[in-house]
């Protein structure tokens, strides 16, 4: 086989893994275009400035630099520097398992921190009305309920918390070990 076919035939199963990294990404709740982005890095091997993502993905630098943005608040991705390179320089975690763990955390990370802002405005206003002298039998039972169901969702909460932390920690690795590929044999 003639060595451009070669090249032209690894460069498509190349862009076939970003697909699949994109579509991955999707199902856990990511847009496609960071998924693509990901991809992209994780496939060039090497850091990448906006002008290549843009170029490579053919879209525009505005988008991209939101897109990037993005995947930095999902900790997936990170700026790096090289020296002689004006340009920012991105890059994509390399470990399948850390990717997926930051992306697990930063959605729940988010959703607790939502989750604690709620629950404070919550308690604040079941204390005015607990405050409220005389509550009626049918308040007071409503006012319990409302109690009883703050303390559930703190509990839930709590644990998502915990879990979250199980993730980061690393610990999940000792209860769902990483098997062994049979390359590294």
């Known amino acids: 086989m003639e060595e ?12 076939q893994f970003v697909d699949k990294i994109a579509d991955n990404m999707h199902t856990f709740g990511i847009s496609i275009t960071v998924g693509r982005v990901l991809g992209t890095i994780y496939m060039n091997r090497e850091p990448m400035t906006l002008d290549e993502l843009s ?3 053919g879209m525009s630098k505005t988008r991209m630099s939101q897109v990037v943005r993005e995947m930095l608040d999902l900790n997936i991705a990170e700026k790096v520097f ?5 340009k920012d320089l991105y890059n994509v975690e390399r470990d399948y398992y850390q990717t997926f763990i930051s992306l697990f955390t930063s959605n729940w990370r988010k ?13 604040r206003e079941l204390a005015d009305i607990e405050k409220s002298e005389p509550l009626n039998e049918q308040t007071e039972e409503k006012l319990n309920e409302l109690l009883k169901e703050t303390r559930i969702w703190l509990d839930y909460y709590d644990w998502i918390d915990r879990l979250t932390e199980f993730f980061e920690s690393g610990e999940i690795f000792e209860h769902v070990p990483i098997r062994e590929s049979k390359t590294d044999k």
């Open 4 to 15: 451009e076919q070669m090249l032209n035939k690894m460069i498509k199963v190349e862009e």
């Open 82 to 86: 090289e020296k002689g390179v004006r």
């Open 111 to 123: 959703a607790i921190n939502k989750s604690k802002v709620f629950e404070q405005k919550l308690q």
């Open 55 to 57: 170029e490579s993905i």
